[in-house]
């Protein structure tokens, strides 16, 4: 497996490449944060956090846009999420040189995050012109009955680093169309890029004359994100992390009676047919295991098999492995950079161990390159053992093997978690099956493609402790506004509902 760790850039380097891309945008100085990179692990500027004062200021102010913003036309509405698509045209390649300096991306995964962020902006600007209600048939002469939708308040974004910037977008372009006004606080580990996008939006509030509040940025620790998911201010949550942090989350907000939109762990499986093309099977299930170093959400993580040609496609996934660059994600060659953390590379180690500990097999990577820099790993399994069922954000791929249609649906669907899913095959009943209501239960079902890399045009979100949520596209638009039942009576007697007699 080629190493190009040794040809990394200083933290200098990084550092300069930074501030080239942050020349438009104030960063808060001081030193209650660092802002640091996983590519040498080294602090890049030191920032101030926002304080308890600074949310209840933000919440305040957010309210207080929403007011003017939610009588606001969609279509104008629409213009200032347009307006923020123009600019992240115009400054993609220093947007994406910031989220390669935070998260470690290489540059093609980096420019592609900044063009999904685009996408919504897109979408989002369409969608304000089709924000329909229904009518619906009255049982009753004379009378009208509808369906309305309206904006519903402020929303809170808390994001995850991952993708730091797409996710914002997703839940920001939409909440913005919808009328509401929005306050994000992103992960500690990625303040740069959130300083950077939030320019943005203000340089585009500022040219469409939107309310200055209807949108403000925090940026701090988790008791931050706590005050902004206890305050009665905020109607919605919208959350992307961890399960942990979603099972904390959920009944904070419930006990106030507000809403959540959860994006939670994923614990993504491909099952493999006999009759499945390696051709379109090898590189999917490579890029969807390796790609961002294993921390997507819908990464690849178990690898369902069919027993009869489990060990011709684990030797060729195993070939591909070895010559997967890894180093500089700057680098052009490279398309492995480094985890986010030397912890997170820690806890590969640790899951790694655990799964020999339990008769599984490395049959390759799994090497630690020095900091964050670890070599993609395959796990042969017995079964599906205890850490095979959890989810560790790392690039771990165990493969499993089956003997039976029904039996990989059972491996499949046998994990906490259920956010994507995809089957390589060219049985088309085997497609249909998987795809059917008692095939994957997860949130994304694909058919020969791999687990991750969804279109924004689909609502994303899964299952079980996934959370339930959906962002995005299709009606994902509706988790941001509040529906309400309107009956107009337009005869000249007043007629109850079920024939019912009072008078």
């Not at 008769?359 to 900091?371: C, F, P």
Request: aromatic share 6%; glycine share 10%.
């Amino acid at each position: 497996m080629p190493d190009h760790t040794a040809a990394l850039p200083t933290t200098d380097e990084v550092r300069a490449r930074a501030r080239a891309a942050l020349r438009d945008v104030t960063i808060p100085d001081g030193d209650d944060r660092q802002a640091r990179t996983p590519i040498t692990g080294g602090d890049l500027f030191g920032l101030r956090a926002s304080t308890a004062a600074d949310v209840d200021q933000a919440i305040a102010a957010a309210g207080e846009a929403f007011r003017t913003w939610r009588t606001t036309p969609a279509p104008v509405r629409g213009e200032l999420v347009r307006t923020l698509g123009d600019l992240l045209r115009q400054h993609k390649s220093g947007l994406a040189d910031l989220i390669t300096v935070e998260v470690g991306k290489i540059r093609s995964e980096a420019l592609g995050e900044i063009q999904e962020m685009i996408d919504v902006c897109d979408f989002a600007a369409g969608l304000s012109r089709q924000l329909y209600g229904r009518s619906i048939a009255s049982e009753r002469p004379g009378h009208r009955l509808t369906e309305t939708w309206h904006p519903l308040g402020v929303v809170g974004v808390i994001s995850a680093f991952n993708f730091p910037a797409a996710v914002w977008s997703w839940n920001t372009a939409i909440a913005l169309v919808c009328g509401d006004s929005v306050v994000w606080k992103p992960s500690e580990l990625t303040p740069l890029i959130s300083l950077a996008v939030s320019h943005l939006l203000e340089v585009a509030i500022a040219k469409t004359g939107a309310p200055q509040g209807v949108h403000r940025l925090l940026l701090g620790d988790r008791a931050i994100g706590e005050q902004l998911v206890d305050d009665p201010r905020v109607a919605l949550v919208s959350a992307t992390g961890s399960t942990r942090m979603g099972r904390e989350i959920g009944p904070r907000v419930a006990a106030r009676f507000g809403r959540t939109l959860l994006e939670l762990g994923g614990n993504n499986a491909a099952v493999v047919a006999p009759s499945a093309d390696f051709d379109l099977a090898i590189p999917g299930i490579v890029f969807a295991a390796a790609g961002t170093a294993g921390q997507r959400c819908t990464t690849l993580r178990r690898l369902i098999v069919h027993r009869d040609i489990a060990d011709d496609l684990t030797a060729r996934l195993v070939s591909a492995y070895g010559n997967l660059p890894i180093g500089d994600p700057f680098d052009e060659a490279t398309l492995v950079g480094p985890l986010i953390t030397d912890q997170a590379a820690g806890k590969m180690t640790a899951a790694l161990e655990q799964a020999q500990a339990e008769g599984g097999k490395v049959l390759a990577g799994g090497n630690r390159l020095g900091g964050a820099y670890v070599e993609p790993a395959i796990v042969r399994c017995t079964g599906q053992t205890p850490v095979v069922r959890e989810e560790t954000f790392a690039p771990i791929l165990y493969v499993l093997t089956y003997d039976s249609f029904e039996e990989a649906i059972a491996l499949h669907n046998d994990v906490p978690q259920g956010l994507s899913s995809s089957i390589f095959t060219r049985d088309q009943q085997e497609a249909e099956r998987f795809l059917a209501a008692d095939g994957s239960d997860c949130g994304i079902a694909n058919v020969n493609i791999g687990t991750s890399g969804a279109e924004i045009g689909g609502a994303f979100g899964g299952e079980k402790e996934t959370g339930g949520g959906r962002e995005s596209g299709s009606d994902a638009w509706r988790a941001y506004m509040r529906r309400a039942t309107n009956t107009v009576n337009y005869s000249s007697r007043l007629t109850l509902a079920q024939n019912v007699s009072f008078l």
